[in-house]
């Protein structure tokens, strides 16, 4: 028998009730307290889940003294303050990507972990993808041989927050988001593909960032949209590798083909997130007897055989199920936070090339970075 995980929720907007939702399918989750400053909301939402206490102020809940983790389902700028004061509670945290609206809140909250002997894991549900298995297997499997070059992508045509009909302003808002397209979409491309290139330490970062494309006058004002709807960015890691950026919230194009990676014996692309006609499947590319071939897998097949034969592979179904899985005991806790804090430095290192007009390496992105937490 499993032992149970006993969870209090930070936060019941859109993020928090998806994380509940995803929770209802983990055996071994038990939701125990929800937290919201919005206490009617957070009496509502336990209510609807049936989860047993609801509280508005989350300092409250850390005090309960029978739980295992909380999640933390809050704003970029709101994830260092409540992360923290959880682990010096005594408490495991998961936390909604990215990890803070900095690099120096991130590496806060990776220190407190640290120091308090708890586990810190963050949001990044790319990394249990079908198509992240397989490129994994391949690399692992030496398919790829020397890897030199990665391009991370992400697509939407125009489908920013709020200003295109959907979220709030807070998500277009640097004093509660930090930024936008790269910290919102971005970190799922960029920390896919650290985590397949084994989180190579970074050198130098350049970048640049946009807001170009044209929106609705009443939705502008009310958003008050001050962060980006498109980055690029190019970096060097230690050793040669390089990554080159593009993430898009809105751009007048049929879109972009998705990530990939080459390596000196073959090449993956992953799929893209457009649907239907326009979906691009997961290949590897590689040189077979003077050769070249394109080859395809079928990544449904190759998921339910791991299913059926490997020991705790539905540790690896969702980042739900993985970090029940860790704190089970059952498998090691991937390293999510190191990833995440990597890509904030990525990001980061964008935002201040563009605003410094200039390359800049990576220790002066963390000399320069400053917090951004707004405290509760």
């Not at 939407?156 to 302003?169: A, M, Q, S």
């Amino acid at each position: 028998m499993m032992n149970n995980i006993r969870i209090g929720i930070i936060g019941v907007g859109q993020i928090g009730k998806m994380h509940i939702e995803k929770y209802k399918g983990v055996a071994g989750a038990e939701l125990v307290a929800v937290c919201d400053v919005n206490e009617q909301e957070a009496k509502r939402v336990a209510g609807q889940y049936g989860i047993p206490y609801a509280y508005a102020d989350f300092r409250e809940l850390l005090k309960r003294g029978d739980l295992d983790a909380v999640d933390v389902c809050l704003h970029n700028n709101f994830h260092s303050p409540v992360t923290i004061a959880a682990l010096e509670a005594g408490l495991h945290v998961y936390c909604e990507k990215p990890i803070a609206g900095t690099y120096t809140d991130g590496k806060a909250m990776v220190d407190a972990a640290k120091a308090n002997g708890k586990q810190l894991h963050v949001q990044l549900f790319t990394l249990y993808g079908k198509d992240t298995k397989a490129a994994k297997t391949l690399i692992d499997g030496g398919m790829l041989g020397k890897l030199y070059h990665a391009r991370s992508t992400g697509f939407r045509r125009r489908n920013r927050p709020f200003v295109d009909g959907y979220g709030t302003p807070y998500f277009t808002r640097k004093e509660t988001a930090a930024g936008g397209a790269l910290l919102d979409m971005g970190v799922y491309h960029i920390a896919q593909l650290l985590y397949l290139l084994g989180n190579p330490k970074v050198e130098r970062i350049s970048g640049k960032v946009y807001q170009e494309t044209e929106m609705l006058l009443e939705r502008r004002v009310q958003s008050g949209f001050d962060v980006e709807e498109l980055a690029a960015g190019f970096i060097r890691f230690t050793g040669g590798l390089t990554l080159d950026i593009v993430e898009a919230w809105a751009v007048h194009l049929g879109g972009f083909e998705g990530s990939s990676i080459a390596g000196s014996k073959g090449g993956i692309r992953l799929p893209n997130e457009l649907t239907g006609a326009g979906a691009q499947p997961f290949s590897f590319h590689s040189t077979v007897c003077d050769m070249d071939m394109d080859s395809t897998l079928d990544l449904d097949m190759m998921d339910l055989r791991r299913h059926r034969l490997y020991e705790n592979e539905d540790a690896y179904s969702s980042s739900q199920h993985h970090w029940v899985a860790a704190l089970q005991g059952r498998v090691p806790l991937l390293p999510t936070a190191e990833i995440a804090l990597n890509t904030m430095l990525i990001s980061e290192g964008i935002y201040m090339s563009e605003e410094l007009g200039r390359e800049v390496d990576a220790e002066e992105v963390i000399t320069r970075s400053r917090t951004s937490a707004v405290e509760l």
